[in-house]
């Protein structure tokens, strides 16, 4: 293996942990502990790289609203579920169709699952002529941000250019965007309060993890705005040890691991709320490993989720290549 850890190494940083066993030393500086934060209000998404330990981009959650992405001749709508967002269809209404919030009271809604738009089955893709509104859902104050409605016109091939017609639900203004998806699946970023494409995710293979609020589905049917790590790129695989094997997992063969694309596979259930004390505890015997495409193999351990003033928000983990 390309990398190594000690047990002095993990003393230093994690306390003692009994199962863990001495190995040859790490090469200094291989162990990395990082505390990017997405705000104690958890506004903020931010993107993190694992290969050189630093945020690459980031962006206020109400900078965009849903994105579209390629894949199998269809476009996958995924949105933006910091928000607590939803949508609903309506086939063979046009454009401006009248529609009011007491007409939406009936619909079924849809948001984007914790697993991943492109993981559900089927996944929810655009259907040509027809008639989306969009649940905008919360600002970071939580108060409501109202509809949006955008149309989709006869497509016949999800990868050639087409556009779509956006606006608010009560149809005082509208625009034109014009849509050129990726193949190679990345996802393009829309406003539906602007009324414009946002450049949002930065490219493929530059993160990993994805450290935001977003909607969990708890008990099979209970939508909850949770804080977490989510790892949305088609490029990267997790496996979640609930051991702590840290030294274990650092030299062993990997390629018996049942890794799985799942965006939350790493999640938000790493901590629990302890309702007595008012406070957050971290689960420090998780483990997760992390695979990407290119080959490269990483293991990740949260450590904490409060900053120095004792602010929620923060994301405090150690992390290392092997």
Known sequence: ??????????????????????????????????????????????????????????????DWCFALQFKNNSAILSLNSSRYMKTSLLMGLNYSAFVDETTLEAQQWNITPPQGADQEDPPLTLQANGLYILDLGRNEAGESLGYARFYVPEVSDWEAPFEIQIGPLNLSESEFINIDLDPSGSRLHFSALTLEQKQIEPDQGTWELWLTQYTEILDEETQYLVSGILTPSPQVQVYQSTYDLW????????????????????????????????????????????????????????????????????????????
């Open 1 to 62: 293996m390309k990398r190594y850890v000690t047990i002095i190494a993990s003393l230093v940083f994690c306390g003692c942990i009994e199962k863990e066993l001495p190995i040859t030393p790490l090469p200094p500086g291989d162990l990395e502990i990082n505390s990017p934060s997405i705000g104690s209000d958890y506004s903020t998404q931010v993107y993190y790289s694992l290969s050189s330990n630093e945020i690459v981009a980031s962006n206020q959650k109400t």
């Open 247 to 322: 030294d274990s997992l650092l030299i062993s063969d990997w390629s018996n691991i049942s890794f799985n694309s799942d965006w939350n596979e790493i999640g938000y259930d790493w901590k629990y709320y302890n309702l007595n004390e008012g406070s957050y505890t971290i689960d420090q015997d998780i483990i997760y490993c992390i695979k990407t495409q290119e080959g490269r193999e990483y293991l990740l351990r949260i450590l904490d989720f409060y900053d120095q003033n004792g602010q929620t928000g923060s994301f405090t983990f150690e992390s290392i290549e092997r």
